[in-house]
């Protein structure tokens, strides 16, 4: 079997463009997976296409020679990038090599060891705040819509739900998000006290909602100091977070952070590699590690699932894109002994179901493995054109 071409596609999903790419081959098979240009990852697309043009007439079959020669290439600028785009190629070269067999990509990987995976509800409410128009959801306006949201999450079965920073404003919230300039506390990420004041109101209210065995948790980025996550973690600990996830580029401020509190303390989101999780969990600075398989690969991240699991850990996929993701997502969670929960998006763009052939199942909160062969699902190519010419043209490559 060889490469014969590739097409990448990019997909309106509102207030973002979710991409995909497909590698073709001399058999007919093809192989998809999705990732996203519009994390400050801006050229994204083009080096995958760099990377995909040298690797038309190899056999995407042997999947680790190709990510080999990938990395050998890239050796003087790892991760970043360059590590996404390797990353989409290893998805869609596991794809086909899954079809080839008429297997699951995880029986590639010894197999599922669990058929339900527990989720998480992400970015809980804060969609509705940001994007109603899009989500196709009415925005929360007070604590008691809060509350009662997340009444609805527990009779779902979610294992928890996560917010980011939410604000209350005059007739609603407000999103908190200094690190992108779109808040107040840009660029010296100060935490004030009226800040947490209103973060403690919002994730009582969630709590208040969600009952004593549904987690809330609060995602807040890269958005303050240690200075600031200490503080804030200090008020959250009466609440009981199921964790609060956080993301910092030094393990020792990290580790002080996680030192310094009771509540769980998830992050490394941002990392690629084995490498780079290193120094992090040498120096226990977490509670859970998070692993994106869109950006490092699904091979990659079932290594950096094993590394963590040497010290004890577990894992939760980072999962914020589209269903073909929930579906990548999930076939890590069900081949890694050392899992927490994964995270899932159930708000998204109202019309994303038009862009795939399979929807993930979700039954008490717990998403389905798939076993049809490859990831699970494909993608409907006319549907993605007939939403792309808002965001881009698809590029064929050869």
Known sequence: MKITGFKQL??????????????????GLVGWTEYYEGAGNIGLNA?????????????????????????SKTLQAPGGINQQA???????????????????????????????????????????VRYPQFVGEEAPK???????????????????VKTTALLPTDGGFTNYRPTTGESSGFPALNLEPRHVRSIVQVMQALKDGAGPDVGVALD???????????????ALEPIGLFWLEIDNHDPEALAFI?????????????LYGRREYKPFLDRKAVDVAIIDPIWNGFSESVRIANF??????????????????DFISANLAAVVPNLRVMETDIDSAAWRHEFYTHAPEFE???????????????????????????????VAGR
């Open 10 to 27: 990019h997909a309106d999903f509102g207030w973002r463009t979710v991409s995909f790419l497909k590698v073709e081959t001399d058999e």
């Open 47 to 71: 080096l995958v296409a760099a990377h995909m043009e040298a690797l038309v007439g190899s056999d995407p079959t042997q999947v680790e020679i190709i990510l080999i020669r990938l990395q």
């Open 86 to 128: 390797i990353g989409a190629i290893n998805n869609a070269l596991l794809d086909i090599k899954a079809k080839s067999m008429d297997l699951p990509v995880h029986a590639l990987f010894g197999g599922a060891i669990r058929d339900r995976i527990p989720c998480y509800w992400s970015h809980f409410a804060s969609y509705r």
């Open 142 to 160: 007070t604590l008691d819509d809060l509350s009662r949201l997340a009444e609805e999450a527990a009779a779902r079965g979610f294992v928890a």
């Open 220 to 234: 807040c980025n890269l958005f303050f100091k240690p200075e600031g996550f200490r503080q804030l973690a200090y």
């Open 258 to 270: 996680r030192e310094s509190t009771r509540v769980p303390i998830a992050s490394l989101e941002h």
């Open 308 to 325: 963590a699991d040497v010290y004890e850990l577990n894992v939760a996929p980072h999962n914020y894109y589209g269903y073909l993701s």
């Open 364 to 394: 008490n909160g717990c998403m389905i493995v798939p076993n049809r062969p490859g990831w699970g699902t494909d993608i409907n190519e006319e549907a993605v054109l007939k939403r792309t010419s808002k965001v881009g043209k698809a």
